[in-house]
């Protein structure tokens, strides 16, 4: 495939897929143009494999996204923080679902130490396991100011731990949810007997 066709084939996907959106709902873009009112922040992997709206059965509108190298939530990163606070207050998601994946690259890169330039700063602290890293990064956003402010609010929240199997595309539960600090605390004392 030549370069430009490479680019070309992606612009004919797109008038394909309006087509058959609009072929069973004419007015699906004018109607979601107007706002979005999604359940749901997703916080996964950038990995090209999971695709949360493909995964899920998500059409637009209905899946808030964050994406990053492992599903990293960190309190000192602005655009996770930013994206958590935009989901938490102005959209008011019921659900925030962490995902990790099997054979995350990014959880191996940071168990074999590897890495050079950003990913290695990025990568600090991600556990060898990726299940134990969902959770982490579970407790993690339990932690943000959004999260705890909603609880507060006595606002129903719900923070999930998810991970995706690459070679069956299945998601799997792994941790029960979180929804209060209470169920925070008593996660936090189960990882640290883990
Ligand atoms: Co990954």
Redesign the pocket.
């Known amino acids: 495939m030549s370069e430009k066709h490479e680019i070309e084939a992606l612009f004919e996907n797109n008038r394909q897929w309006v087509s058959e959106i609009t072929r069973d709902d004419p007015v699906f873009f004018a109607r979601t143009a107007s706002q979005q009112a999604p359940k749901y922040l997703w916080i996964g992997?950038?990995?090209s494999r999971?695709t949360p709206n493909q995964i899920t059965g998500l059409p637009p509108g209905q899946l808030f996204v964050h994406r990053n190298?492992?599903?990293v939530v960190s309190e000192t990163d602005l655009n996770c923080m930013s994206v958590v606070d935009f989901a938490l207050r102005i959209l008011e998601v019921r659900h925030v679902i962490v995902c990790g994946?099997y054979d995350?690259?990014?959880?191996h890169a940071a168990m074999d130490n590897v890495m050079e330039g950003p990913l290695n700063q990025w990568l600090d602290g991600i556990s060898e396991l990726w299940e134990l890293n969902v959770r982490k990064q579970m407790l993690s956003l339990c932690h943000t100011p959004s999260i705890e402010g909603a609880w507060r609010q006595r606002k129903s929240v719900r923070v999930h731990g998810w991970i995706y199997g690459l070679k069956d595309g299945l998601l799997r539960k792994l941790y029960p949810d979180i929804g209060s600090i209470s169920q925070r605390t008593r996660a936090e004392s189960e990882l640290r007997n883990f």
């Open positions: 992997c950038s990995d999971v190298v492992a599903n994946h995350c690259a990014g959880v």
